[in-house]
């Protein structure tokens, strides 16, 4: 079946605009996961969503960064007012709950910020 | 809090040879997960071992094996007969079975497989 899908593959922003990225999860997955990648860093966890539960963003790194999910599927992360800090690659991943499963990740969305 | 170390930078192997990537991390959980995730150049991760922290046995998968030695906290991945296409970046990362079971990595292992 169909992987994980993200949206854009590429992003260039000027320095204060706001971008949204988006993640389409694999189908029946209740987990989403969205991970940051800064240059020579390894992942770092921003946010989970699981199925109506309240979503777990100890991760976010600033009140600029926010995201949501629609109907259990669909998730979208917002930054606004960007800076050239937030230049990386953003992550999402999937996967099935109630046990550590393997999170099935998307290509990701590389954001440059100018 | 965990945490996860990958103290080799960059590695090199020629093609065919063995290598073992490192990865020590730090926990007081009794229970958790340990992965092994390879990224090539189409940023695409994908898993490449899984080791559960109450299995003793190590994980194996053809060519990629694990040493897991629990009580030294290392979790090391070996790759046999190495070829072209197993040039990629790799990430060691651990786990705790919970709310979350956000993924938490290390800072990656550039490894070229030379021909």
């Not at chain 1, 995201?67 to 998730?75: D, K, L, Y």
């Not at chain 2, 991760?45 to 053809?62: H, S």
């Given at each position: 079946g169909a992987g994980v899908s993200q949206s854009p593959s590429n992003k260039v922003?000027?320095?204060?605009?706001?971008?949204?990225?988006?993640c389409d999860p694999i189908s029946g997955h209740t987990a989403l996961y969205w991970y940051r990648q800064s240059l020579g860093q390894g992942l770092e966890f921003l946010i989970y969503f699981q199925g109506n539960s309240a979503p777990d963003?100890?991760?976010l790194p600033s009140d600029r960064f926010?995201?949501?999910r629609t109907g259990g599927s669909v998730s979208t992360l917002t930054i606004q007012r960007t800076q050239q800090e937030d230049s990386a690659v953003y992550l999402c991943a999937s996967s099935l709950v109630g046990q550590v499963y393997e999170q099935y990740f998307g290509p990701g969305t590389r954001l440059t910020v100018t | 809090a965990q945490t996860v170390t990958q103290s080799q930078p960059e590695m090199s192997v020629q093609?065919?040879?063995t290598v073992t990537l490192s990865c020590t991390y730090d926990t007081s959980e009794n229970n958790y997960y340990l992965f092994w995730y390879k990224q090539?150049?189409?940023r695409q991760m994908?898993?490449?071992?899984?080791?559960?922290?109450?299995?003793?046995?190590?994980?194996?998968?053809?060519?990629?094996?694990?040493?897991?030695?629990?009580?030294?906290?290392?979790?090391?991945?070996?790759?046999?007969?190495?070829?072209l296409g197993d040039t990629a970046m790799y990430f060691c990362a651990a786990a705790k079975p919970g709310a979350t079971n956000k993924l938490i990595f290390g800072?990656?292992?550039?490894?070229?497989?030379?021909?």
């Amino acid at each position: 079946g169909a992987g994980v899908s993200q949206s854009p593959s590429n992003k260039v922003t000027e320095k204060g605009k706001d971008v949204e990225l988006r993640c389409d999860p694999i189908s029946g997955h209740t987990a989403l996961y969205w991970y940051r990648q800064s240059l020579g860093q390894g992942l770092e966890f921003l946010i989970y969503f699981q199925g109506n539960s309240a979503p777990d963003k100890s991760g976010l790194p600033s009140d600029r960064f926010s995201a949501e999910r629609t109907g259990g599927s669909v998730s979208t992360l917002t930054i606004q007012r960007t800076q050239q800090e937030d230049s990386a690659v953003y992550l999402c991943a999937s996967s099935l709950v109630g046990q550590v499963y393997e999170q099935y990740f998307g290509p990701g969305t590389r954001l440059t910020v100018t | 809090a965990q945490t996860v170390t990958q103290s080799q930078p960059e590695m090199s192997v020629q093609e065919a040879e063995t290598v073992t990537l490192s990865c020590t991390y730090d926990t007081s959980e009794n229970n958790y997960y340990l992965f092994w995730y390879k990224q090539p150049p189409s940023r695409q991760m994908i898993l490449v071992i899984r080791q559960e922290a109450y299995k003793q046995q190590n994980a194996t998968e053809n060519r990629f094996s694990v040493n897991f030695q629990k009580a030294a906290k290392s979790f090391s991945l070996k790759i046999s007969d190495s070829q072209l296409g197993d040039t990629a970046m790799y990430f060691c990362a651990a786990a705790k079975p919970g709310a979350t079971n956000k993924l938490i990595f290390g800072t990656g292992t550039l490894l070229a497989v030379q021909p």
